[in-house]
């Protein structure tokens, strides 16, 4: 929500993003009244008169909605007026969609739906065109130069942008569970590999020094070789776990000490 004082500050993106909000709380009531409109019609089919005169609670808090985004739009129309207006541009919203200066553009249709590209609100219309490129259209544009209407486009629609914040989103989990060595390389380790996850790092820390107990609790000599090679992925296997949440590597042995006891019981516990 933008008040009175930062609206005069505010930039044309930021005063039509919050327009585009409320227009979509709108666009949401109307839908909303049109779904009562049509229950209505199914139910008179079928004989169920409605209460003459009584107001359905969906539309009447679908008007107080429409109502109240009206009043809260206000002001910010006013301050485009105020500015003599800026720049303002529009994708049609399916796959072949073309860029507009505005949605009464001749050749879109009522029924055309529009993603309002707030961004690039209040942007010179050079730029706006460089970045639609091929999908720039030449009624809202007519001087686009022919070099730039066939280049790719930098537009991306609402789904490309919600499908590369889910890439990010799951990039961001992928980075949360991954484990790597101090150093940022692959964490290798002799007995298992490289270790991508900091699950299996913690399993396998658990399984390495359980099982050099067990080798020392057999108390057989010629495995010392076997014991060195489950000590020496322990310790990398701490570092890197020290490393990625900043700990001391004796805080992260401490940690895990009760995970070793456990697989120690479960595999060895006849010993
Ligand atoms: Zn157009």
């Not at 507009?100 to 050079?126: K, N, V």
Request: proline share 4%; glycine share 6%.
């Amino acid at each position: 929500m933008l008040d009175a004082n930062d609206l005069i500050s505010a930039t044309p993106t930021e005063i039509d993003t919050e327009l585009a909000r409320i227009l979509k709380l709108v666009d949401e009531a109307f839908a909303a009244i049109a779904r009562v409109q049509t229950r209505r019609k199914r139910r008179a089919k079928l004989g169920y008169a409605d209460e003459p005169g009584k107001a359905d609670p969906d539309v009447v808090a679908a008007k107080a909605t429409i109502a109240r985004c009206l009043k809260e739009s206000e002001p910010l129309e006013a301050e485009f007026t105020r500015r003599g207006g800026w720049t303002r541009a529009y994708l049609v919203n399916n796959t072949n969609g073309h860029v507009h200066r505005t949605m009464q553009c001749r050749t879109c249709y009522p029924t055309t739906e529009f993603y309002w590209i707030t961004d690039l609100s209040g942007a010179d219309e050079d730029y706006i065109v460089g970045e639609a490129g091929e999908k720039a259209c030449t009624e809202c544009y007519p001087s686009a130069p022919v070099d730039v209407l066939r280049r790719p486009t930098r537009i991306k629609t609402p789904e490309q942008v919600a499908r590369l914040a889910e890439k990010a989103a799951r990039a961001t989990a992928n980075a949360v569970k991954a484990i790597t060595a101090p150093d940022g390389g692959p964490l290798r380790t002799k007995r298992d590999g490289t270790i991508r996850t900091e699950v299996s790092a913690r399993r396998a820390y658990a399984d390495v020094v359980a099982y050099a107990r067990y080798l020392r609790a057999t108390g057989s000599t010629d495995r010392q070789a076997l014991i060195a090679e489950c000590e020496h992925d322990a310790e990398l296997i701490l570092a890197a776990l020290a490393a990625k949440h900043a700990q001391s590597v004796e805080d992260v042995r401490a940690e895990l000490a009760g995970s070793v006891d456990r697989r120690w019981k479960r595999e060895y516990g006849r010993w």
